[in-house]
């Protein structure tokens, strides 16, 4: 098994920032494809940023590029979503997802909130 727990979330002005962190525990392998996504109140799940790290493509979506960037820390098993320029329309819940490639299997972290107030 693995376990995801987000953590970083929280209120910020507009054009502020933040960094949430998605520390991973249990069966990991440095090649297993990391993620973030957010979910809005009434709004599906979407893909914020992505790793596929056999490749070490790195995927955002269009509403964030230039603003945010995705990492990860091996040695602390973690990955990080740095935030800059924050809007209002950022206001989500973010999600931490991890593929195991050992497991073949998905995992997904309970979400930490953020607010960006105007």
């Known amino acids: 098994q693995v376990r995801l727990v987000e953590s970083g979330g929280g209120l910020v002005q507009a054009e502020g920032s933040l960094r949430l962190s998605c520390a991973a525990s249990g069966i990991l392998d440095s090649l297993d494809d990391v993620g973030w996504y957010r979910q809005a109140p009434g709004k599906q799940r979407e893909l914020v940023a992505s790793i596929t790290s056999g490749s070490g493509t790195v995927n955002y979506a269009d509403s964030v590029k230039g603003r945010f960037t995705i990492s990860t820390d091996n040695t602390k098993n973690t990955v990080y979503l740095q935030m800059s320029s924050l809007k209002p329309e950022d206001t989500a819940v973010y999600y931490c997802?991890?593929?195991?490639?050992?497991?073949?299997?998905?995992?997904w972290g309970r979400g930490t909130q953020v607010t960006v107030s105007a």
């Open positions: 997802r991890r593929y195991s490639r050992a497991l073949r299997n998905e995992y």
